[in-house]
């Protein structure tokens, strides 16, 4: 059976409350034997990593989410400074922009954005960007990042156009792909997929949102994440085995998760 890795989950969320351990074992069971579980407040870093100790297939990463924001104690980014210390923690994040729920005032989004950058060079941790109708804002800040150092990171549940896809490669970052791409609509979305270079992509469920067809409409979990793979190996005329392999060596690599699973 192939190795999974489901780059991009919310294990944390009410929507999985009272059969979260049926959720992973129905993951593992399918071959989805590496989750990460993202951290979008305080609250859901905490109980990323809590989860991560628990369950061997489950790693963290922490963050603020940038709709959630304005809703931060003055002691937030301290504190989860101090999380992404964490052995667990792979990643943080998720961070970015988002103009699409308008929650928080765009200037406040920029500036998480640029502390969350600046912990992963301190750390040696890859950062997670969330991009919502908000590509131009969100290469800007990346483009002027990078002017201070190298960047380490990916793009989560890639949505954007092909333009912005190779302007983010060119700045080193992955490109992750989610059910979206499985979405009729989505047919340019797909190209970008399908044309991305194989070593620079990842997968990911984004769980409990975005399940992918024929799934669409219902709750999203891990074991899912074989259908966004399925969508993408066919789109690249390439073995489902192949794209398995690499896609989760392209996680490993980045995230630094050791394996064998441990």
Same mark, same amino acid.
């Given at each position: 059976m192939?190795?999974?890795?489901?780059?991009?989950?919310?294990l944390?969320?009410?929507?999985?409350?009272?059969? @979260?351990?049926?959720?992973?074992? @129905?993951?593992i *069971?399918l071959?989805?034997t590496r989750m990460l579980s993202i951290?979008t407040?305080?609250?859901?870093?905490?109980r *990323?990593?809590?989860?991560a100790e628990r369950?061997s297939?489950?790693r963290? *990463?922490?963050g603020?989410?940038p709709n959630y924001?304005s809703?931060t &104690? #003055?002691?937030?980014?301290?504190?989860?400074?101090?999380?992404?210390?964490?052995?667990?923690v792979?990643?943080v994040?998720e961070?970015g922009?988002?103009?699409y729920?308008k &929650?928080?005032?765009?200037e $406040? &989004?920029?500036?998480?954005?640029?502390?969350?950058i600046?912990?992963?060079?301190?750390?040696?941790?890859p950062?997670?960007?969330?991009?919502?109708?908000?590509? #131009?804002?969100?290469?800007?800040?990346?483009e002027e990042m990078?002017?201070m150092? #190298?960047l380490?990171?990916?793009?989560?549940?890639?949505?954007g156009?092909?333009?912005?896809a190779? &302007?983010?490669?060119?700045l080193?970052?992955?490109l992750?792909?989610s059910g979206?791409?499985?979405?009729?609509?989505?047919e340019?979305?797909?190209?970008v997929a399908?044309?991305?270079p194989?070593?620079r992509?990842?997968?990911?469920?984004?769980?409990p949102?975005l *399940?992918p067809v024929?799934l669409r409409?219902?709750?999203?979990?891990?074991?899912?994440?074989?259908?966004?793979?399925?969508?993408?190996?066919?789109?690249r005329q390439?073995?489902r085995?192949?794209l398995?392999t690499?896609?989760t060596?392209?996680a490993? @690599?980045?995230?630094?998760?050791p394996? #064998? $699973?441990?």
């Amino acid at each position: 059976m192939d190795e999974l890795f489901d780059t991009h989950c919310h294990l944390d969320e009410d929507a999985f409350l009272n059969e @979260r351990d049926d959720v992973i074992e @129905r993951a593992i *069971a399918l071959g989805v034997t590496r989750m990460l579980s993202i951290g979008t407040t305080l609250a859901s870093s905490q109980r *990323a990593i809590e989860l991560a100790e628990r369950e061997s297939h489950v790693r963290a *990463a922490v963050g603020i989410h940038p709709n959630y924001c304005s809703g931060t &104690q #003055p002691t937030d980014w301290s504190e989860i400074c101090q999380l992404a210390r964490h052995p667990l923690v792979l990643a943080v994040g998720e961070t970015g922009l988002d103009q699409y729920w308008k &929650q928080t005032p765009i200037e $406040l &989004q920029q500036d998480y954005f640029r502390r969350h950058i600046e912990l992963s060079w301190e750390l040696k941790k890859p950062f997670i960007v969330h991009c919502r109708d908000a590509e #131009p804002e969100t290469l800007l800040l990346l483009e002027e990042m990078s002017r201070m150092a #190298p960047l380490c990171g990916l793009m989560h549940s890639f949505a954007g156009s092909a333009e912005t896809a190779r &302007q983010c490669l060119e700045l080193g970052l992955y490109l992750s792909f989610s059910g979206m791409i499985t979405y009729k609509r989505n047919e340019a979305l797909l190209a970008v997929a399908t044309e991305a270079p194989l070593d620079r992509i990842l997968i990911e469920t984004d769980a409990p949102y975005l *399940a992918p067809v024929p799934l669409r409409g219902k709750r999203n979990e891990p074991a899912h994440v074989r259908y966004t793979l399925g969508k993408l190996a066919d789109a690249r005329q390439i073995d489902r085995h192949e794209l398995a392999t690499t896609t989760t060596a392209n996680a490993l @690599r980045l995230l630094g998760w050791p394996a #064998p $699973l441990a």
